[in-house]
């Protein structure tokens, strides 16, 4: 084992959840070092980077800026509010709104397109903009996993798993990750609403006024979510077509691109640039993602996984219900605190190792840690980044979190999902 590459690893992430520096900086600088101080070369580096999920990643962002340019996610939330009526039940709705959102598109993003216009919703209402901001960023964190589209941990159960698309809908003759977390989270937002949302006012709320999404950018819109739904059904599919993912949502958004920019030509009122859609691709996460694969890969070349795989290997070999139960908790409590796509990815490959040595199957293993790290989460801004720019749009707002109050919140949050969770797929599942 190399202890040099493991101790690279271990003081990146240190960087990554202190947030003394920029995560994505301390990432690439991290895997910079692997290469320089290890035998770790470059071109393993690059190799070990998941390029089929950058792609799928990359694609599904370009075509989700092209709707939103045509107005989704103002026409959502009009809706949204139109149909609330009161401050509560507003709050639920954004919640749910928050959550189906973030299975297609970053959760990052989903904050920025809603947080602001929940906080001025609360401060209308007389609420507490702090209590609704994060209640939008706990529903966007949690749904992400619940599709193959929306966030990096689905991608990595299709990458090391060999999950499908439809795997997430019903799998080996039981339901998956959508139905599951929905139950869950459906669950979760009513014990939230008993300790928390029914002591905000129940007063009248109007519609919320959103920017109008307008007749001329009405056809646009019919026409990402066109593609948009063409490129979801060839995920479906892909085991038929032989396509991967990543070639399959890039030709998806290769071929919007075109057709909005040949009707942009022929004067089709109301189209967008290309650049226009790209404002609304994360970088940053993509360059973050392609460092996390890259350091984990000097894990893996430094014998480092392969060494802690045989350490589990009786953990694994126990039985489906004491592996599925070990590792679904030492997952979900290590999210707590560490940024859980990182410490996903690395136990992802772990397990893979320990199950072959084993002889066992690690299916539902695969997803319990991925449910558990996603849900975990939610309990501090180290472990999702999503938490930490929902409390920095709170603060830029004018109200400040304060520790005690986030905590409350979020461990709330978080401890009753894992919870609920893991009964769930105790009793469907395992």
Same mark, same amino acid.
């Given at each position: 084992m190399d202890v040099l590459a !493991? !101790?690279?690893?271990?003081?990146? &992430?240190? %960087? &990554?959840?202190s947030r003394y520096v920029d995560e994505v900086a301390a990432s690439l600088a991290g895997v910079t070092a692997m290469v320089l101080l290890t035998a770790y070369t470059p071109e393993e580096a690059f190799n070990f980077v998941e390029w089929n999920v950058i792609a799928i990643l990359l694609g599904m962002w370009i075509i989700a800026g092209y709707m939103i340019e045509g107005g989704f996610t103002e026409a959502t939330i009009r809706l949204v509010s139109r149909g609330a009526g009161s401050y509560r039940r507003f709050l639920l709705y954004m919640a749910l709104l928050s959550g189906f959102?973030?299975?297609? &598109?970053?959760n990052v993003l989903v904050i920025l397109l809603v947080g602001s216009l929940t906080i001025a919703a609360a401060k209308k209402a007389g609420g507490n903009p702090v209590l609704a901001i994060l209640l939008v960023g706990f529903s966007?964190?949690?749904?992400?996993?619940? %599709? %193959?589209?929306g966030d990096l941990p689905p991608q990595l159960l299709h990458s090391v798993a060999g999950a499908e698309f439809l795997d997430f809908i019903w799998t080996r003759g039981k339901p998956g990750s959508f139905p599951l977390l929905t139950v869950t989270f459906i669950l979760t937002l009513a014990v939230f609403y008993i300790l928390f949302i029914r002591r905000e006012p129940d007063s009248l709320l109007s519609s919320v006024e959103t920017p109008g999404a307008g007749e001329s950018r009405r056809t646009l819109l019919l026409v990402s979510l066109a593609f948009f739904s063409a490129t979801v059904a060839?995920?479906?599919?892909r085991p038929l077509i032989g396509l991967p993912l990543g070639f399959i949502t890039?030709?998806?958004a290769s071929a919007l691109a075109l057709t909005v920019e040949i009707l942009k030509r022929i004067g089709v009122a109301g189209m967008r640039g290309f650049d226009d859609a790209l404002k609304h691709v994360e970088w940053r996460a993509l360059l973050f993602y392609a460092a996390l694969f890259a350091l984990v890969g000097g894990l893996e070349s430094g014998g480092v996984i392969e060494e802690i795989a045989l350490r589990i290997v009786d953990s694994i070999a126990a039985g489906e219900l004491i592996g599925y139960s070990i590792m679904y908790w030492a997952v979900g409590l290590l999210s707590l605190v560490i940024e859980h796509d990182a410490l996903l990815l690395t136990f992802l490959y772990i397990v893979r190792d320990a199950a072959t040595i084993a002889g066992v199957d690690p299916w539902s293993i695969y997803w319990g840690m991925a449910w558990s790290a996603t849900l975990a989460s939610n309990a501090t801004t180290a472990a999702a980044p999503a938490l930490y720019v929902a409390v920095a749009m709170a603060d830029r707002e004018g109200y400040r979190v304060k520790a005690l109050e986030f905590l409350k919140y979020s461990l709330t949050f978080a401890i009753s999902s894992l919870l609920i969770h893991y009964l769930l797929t105790i009793l469907l599942w395992v």
């Open positions: !493991a !101790a690279v690893f271990a003081v990146t &992430i240190a %960087l &990554i959840v959102i973030s299975m297609f &598109i970053d966007a964190n949690f749904m992400g996993t619940a %599709l %193959l589209m060839a995920m479906a599919v890039m030709a998806g």
